[in-house]
């Protein structure tokens, strides 16, 4: 009888918002009501509270073992961080990378300071909902800093980059105050622009202080050029994107001799259909070199670049391929 091993699978950043099923245009018709001054921002609170509940319920009932809350409240990578902190706005809009999709650059018009609260609420409301595991989320410092619009309070990406890290910290304590025991850092810039490799990890000294595990989530761009460097980061998980392009890295992953990786093994950004022979095959390979107990595996990045329909597809491939990569009956 084939062996049964443990793996789990998880999902990175947001849920698709917005679909065709009954009930889907709840959200479109909440702000477009709030625009329209028939409902209040509690009504609409409402709401993104009842889409966040759909949403915890069709991760869990897809079978993934770590969840999250779907983000249904980001509008963006950086919204909530710039709507609650002191000294930050949101100014204009940018593409976010080469996605069709955009963001609001964040304007840093003074000293950054944060009450740690920005995100509990949502992780309660989850808490309370799933019966699964959830996890955090916040952005990466990297990722904020070098996609900031304009700052009017520090000299320079290494002051910027790092007072950014210090409020993250805060948050994350707060979500550790909370019950959050694993919180994913959201840093495509770290395979971006991979030069601030050893800025990131003094800003991630900073986050560990906050004493809650991190998830360092890289996506978008390969992340072999720091593969090694990324091993060493103050975290409990990284996150590496092996499906959506070209990348050597399912080739090395024996340099993570101590951390949980997360592999994107489903391209959360094409509609295609992957098969769940080639997702497993995907996973079989990892696990030549990473024990089943290190691994975890998960959508490239967030869900909501696809059509909801397509994105639980995708779901019920991922779950079908981690179970035959370990042995589990269908």
């Not at 897809?62 to 609650?84: L, T």
Request: proline share 5%.
């Amino acid at each position: 009888m084939r062996e049964v091993r443990s793996m789990k699978t998880t999902v990175i950043g947001a849920f698709p918002k917005i679909s065709d099923e009954p009930g889907g245009q709840e959200l479109r018709r909440a702000f477009h009501r709030l625009d329209r001054g028939e409902i209040d921002a509690g009504a609409l609170d409402a709401v993104v509270e009842q889409v966040t509940r759909s949403a915890i319920a069709e991760l869990e009932a897809a079978g993934i073992d770590v969840i999250n809350d779907g983000q249904i409240r980001w509008d963006d990578a950086f919204s909530p961080f710039a709507r609650s902190w002191e000294g930050v706005s949101r100014g204009p809009l940018e593409r976010f990378y080469d996605n069709n999709t955009y963001f609001r650059q964040p304007v840093i018009e003074g000293p950054i300071r944060t009450g740690g609260r920005t995100l509990v609420h949502d992780y309660e409301v989850a808490r309370a909902t799933a019966s699964r595991p959830v996890k955090a989320a916040v952005c990466g410092p990297l990722t904020f800093a070098t996609l900031t619009a304009e700052d009017r309070a520090y000299g320079s990406l290494e002051e910027r980059t790092l007072a950014v890290a210090d409020v993250l910290a805060d948050e994350i304590r707060g979500l550790g105050a909370a019950g959050a025991t694993l919180v994913d850092v959201e840093e495509p810039a770290l395979v971006a622009l991979p030069q601030h490799v050893e800025l990131a990890r003094e800003a991630y000294l900073r986050l560990a202080s906050a004493g809650v595990d991190l998830a360092l989530q890289t996506y978008f761009f390969p992340a072999d050029r720091i593969l090694e460097f990324l091993a060493s980061f103050p975290v409990a998980q990284v996150g590496i994107d092996v499906r959506s392009r070209d990348t050597t890295a399912l080739r090395r992953l024996d340099a993570f001799r101590d951390k949980t990786l997360v592999l994107g093994v489903v391209d959360a950004r094409n509609t295609r259909l992957e098969s769940k022979a080639e997702v497993a095959a995907l996973i079989e390979q990892a696990l030549k070199l990473v024990p089943a107990e290190r691994l975890w595996v998960a959508p490239t990045t967030g869900l909501e670049y696809l059509p909801h329909d397509v994105a639980s597809k995708k779901l019920a491939v991922l779950v079908e391929a981690s179970r035959a990569a370990v042995g589990v009956p269908a």
